[in-house]
């Protein structure tokens, strides 16, 4: 009896110092561990970032190495090709052609290099290109070039000339020797040529007669 009346006397007073303590333990925990739960949240982010970033990193680091080998690949697919059509093209003949055609040029190039204009340069190759024709002279344009005394400032021994023209004996050179293409209205006879200071002739004849025939090249 005695027991149960102290109980209901002071239960409000030994309520309060539970309470107090459920309260300080509830605290104590949430700053130990959440703290520590917090911390492990933010870890777990962090990871999953480092591990997206990883990811995403090595996937771009692969594909730049399968493009880097996909165009070493080409590259030397490409080599390959380019020397197998540079051994087709040796095997052919074609290098020995396009050189003898690049000596012709040269040489047609050398003996009209000092004429003034571009008809005279091209009448004077095609005139070139006649002779090569005619059987009564030689049928290369360098022995044709090398005949003396025929070519007007011509210098056997100076080689020089500019790329205009190479390009102007190249248009006359080329078309004959790769297709057998002569200039419209040339002839193997037109061997004859009648220069002045502003027009350059062919003929057929060395003698000026009516029964002359003529070419100029326009």
């Not at 204009?117 to 005139?127: R, W």
């Not at 005619?134 to 000339?161: A, I, S």
Request: glycine residues 4%; aromatic residues 12%; charged residues 25%.
């Amino acid at each position: 009896m005695v027991k149960d009346y102290l109980s209901e006397q002071y239960a409000d007073q030994i309520e309060i110092p539970f309470s107090h303590r459920a309260t300080a333990r509830k605290e104590r925990f949430i700053k130990r561990y959440g703290i520590a739960l917090c911390l492990a949240c933010a870890f777990t982010l962090y990871s999953i970032l480092l591990a997206s970033f990883v990811k995403a990193r090595t996937e771009k680091n692969l594909t730049a190495e399968y493009d880097a080998q996909y165009a070493q690949k080409m590259d030397a697919w490409i080599d390959e090709q380019r020397m197998e059509q540079s051994r087709q093209y040796f095997l052919s003949g074609e290098a020995s052609r396009e050189a003898a055609i690049n000596q012709s040029v040269d040489a047609v190039a050398g003996a009209i290099s000092k004429l003034s204009t571009d008809q005279q340069k091209l009448t004077e190759a095609a005139c070139m290109l006649a002779r090569v024709m005619n059987p009564n002279y030689p049928n290369t344009f360098e022995e044709v070039v090398d005949m003396p005394r025929q070519w007007m400032f011509y210098d056997g021994t100076n080689k020089t000339f500019s790329q205009h023209d190479r390009e102007l004996a190249d248009s006359i050179v080329r078309p004959y020797m790769e297709s057998g293409i002569v200039p419209n209205g040339l002839t193997s006879d037109m061997v004859y040529g009648a220069w002045s200071n502003n027009d350059f002739v062919l003929r057929d004849s060395y003698q000026n007669t009516a029964m002359m025939h003529t070419f100029r090249y326009s």
